[in-house]
């Protein structure tokens, strides 16, 4: 499976924007799904996770007010709404596919298989 993100971009603080991630060569309609994010000089961070159906998300606690994640499993996408960024949020984002059968609420990056190659987001103050 290929996953292709996009929507990344320059924004001001308090902005928004929209990511999206696409996948192709696979279905990714029965697999959970995440973003990631790496801010330079960081590790990379979990941001957020949605379930194969879409009826359970999850959140890391500084985005959880402003963040919504969600998927069109008729289309293989994930999407990413950003809304009050603050210039904290300034990173590389990544969608990826959690390996089957484990929990929505699993953080960690070695629980993903598969990797999008990321798409920017910067905040300006």
């Known amino acids: 499976v290929q996953l292709q993100a996009s929507g990344g971009g320059l924004v001001q603080a308090g902005g928004s924007l929209r990511l999206s991630c696409a996948a192709s060569?696979?279905?990714?309609?029965?697999?959970?799904m995440g973003w990631f994010r790496q801010a330079p000089g960081k590790e990379r961070e979990f941001v957020a996770s949605?379930?194969?159906?879409?009826?359970?998300?999850y959140y890391e606690n500084s985005v959880r007010a402003r963040f919504t994640i969600s998927r069109d499993n008729a289309k293989d996408t994930v999407a990413l709404q950003m809304n009050g960024l603050k210039p904290e949020d300034t990173a590389v984002y990544y969608c990826?596919?959690?390996?089957?059968?484990?929990?929505?609420?699993?953080?960690?990056?070695?629980?993903?298989?598969?990797w999008g190659q990321g798409t920017l987001v910067t905040v300006s103050s």
């Open positions: 990826a596919r959690k390996h089957v059968g484990l929990s929505i609420t699993t953080r960690r990056s070695s629980d993903y298989d598969y």
């Open positions: 060569g696979q279905s990714i309609s029965q697999y959970g």
């Open positions: 949605i379930s194969w159906s879409g009826d359970a998300t």
